[in-house]
T-cell receptor
Framework: GDSVTQMEGPVTLSEEAFLTINCTYT??????LFWYVQYPGEGLQLLLK?????DKGSNKGFEATYRKETTSFHLEKGSVQVSDSAVYFC??????????FGKGTMLLVSP | DGGITQSPKYLFRKEGQNVTLSCEQN?????MYWYRQDPGQGLRLIYY???????QKGDIAEGYSVSREKKESFPLTVTSAQKNPTAFYLC?????????????FGDGTRLSIL
C-alpha cells in the first residue's frame, strides 16, 4: 500500500537558518504530492503541492520538488522565521485513493 | 468566507457514553473526511464520504459511525465501543476525490474522557 516517511522531529533552528524536512514515499502509479502545515491548536492548511514528476510546488517561501527517481518530496525554505514554527505533514494521493499522510515533523524556530 | 466549521472545540465524554462531533462546510464540496490525530502518529482516516447518502470506512473505523444526509454536513459519532477515544479529531473536505484535489480542514475537536 501507499506510505509516506518523514524525518522525525523536532527540528530546532535559529531564525534565518535554512530548512530541509525530508519526505520519501511509496506508491503505486503516479501520485500527487502535498505538504500541509498545522499551527498549534488548529487544523491543517495546504502549503504546496505537485502533481507530476519534476514539478516544483512553492508558497510563502517554501519549496518542494517532485523527484520520481528518488521518490522524494523534500520541503525547503531559505530563511525560516519564528512564525514558521508548526508541524509539517507530507502527503500523497495515488489513483483514486484517499490522502495518505506521514507522521508529521515539528519545527521549532527560535529568535 | 467559505470554510469548515467543527464544533465543539473541546468535548468531554463519560465512560459508556456516545458523543457526536459536528462538521459543517459551505464550500460546496462533494467529499468529506474524518481523521483522528494522536501524538507521534500523524493523521489516520476514520471515515470518508464521496457523495450524499454514501460513505466508506477508513483505516480505523471501529467504534465510530457517520452519516451524510446533507452535502454540507458529516457528523461523527464516537460510540462506547471505542475504547480509547481521547484524541484530536479533524474534519476535511475536497471538491471530489480525484488525485490533485487538496483537502480543506476544520480547526478540530479535542475529545477527552472524564
Amino acid at each position: 500500500g501507499d506510505s509516506v516517511t518523514q524525518m522525525e522531529g523536532p527540528v530546532t533552528l535559529s531564525e534565518e537558518a535554512f530548512l530541509t524536512i525530508n519526505c520519501t514515499y511509496t506508491a503505486t502509479g503516479y501520485p500527487s504530492l502535498f505538504w500541509y502545515v498545522q499551527y498549534p491548536g488548529e487544523g491543517l492548511q495546504l502549503l504546496l503541492k505537485a502533481t507530476k514528476a519534476d514539478d516544483k510546488g512553492s508558497n510563502k517561501g517554501f519549496e518542494a520538488t517532485y523527484r520520481k527517481e528518488t521518490t522524494s518530496f523534500h520541503l525547503e525554505k531559505g530563511s525560516v522565521q519564528v512564525s514558521d514554527s508548526a508541524v509539517y505533514f507530507c502527503g500523497l494521493v495515488s489513483g483514486y485513493s484517499t490522502l495518505t499522510f506521514g507522521k508529521g515533523t515539528m519545527l521549532l524556530v527560535s529568535p | 468566507d467559505g470554510g469548515i466549521t467543527q464544533s465543539p472545540k473541546y468535548l468531554f465524554r463519560k465512560e459508556g457514553q456516545n458523543v457526536t462531533l459536528s462538521c459543517e462546510q459551505n464550500l460546496n464540496h462533494d467529499a468529506m473526511y474524518w481523521y483522528r490525530q494522536d501524538p507521534g502518529q500523524g493523521l489516520r482516516l476514520i471515515y470518508y464520504s464521496q457523495i450524499v447518502n454514501d460513505f466508506q470506512k477508513g483505516d480505523i473505523a471501529e467504534g465510530y459511525s457517520v452519516s451524510r444526509e446533507k452535502k454540507e454536513s458529516f457528523p461523527l459519532t464516537v460510540t462506547s465501543a471505542q475504547k480509547n477515544p481521547t484524541a484530536f479529531y479533524l474534519c476535511a473536505s475536497s471538491e471530489e476525490t480525484v488525485i490533485d484535489q487538496p483537502q480543506h480542514f476544520g480547526d478540530g475537536t479535542r475529545l477527552s474522557i472524564l
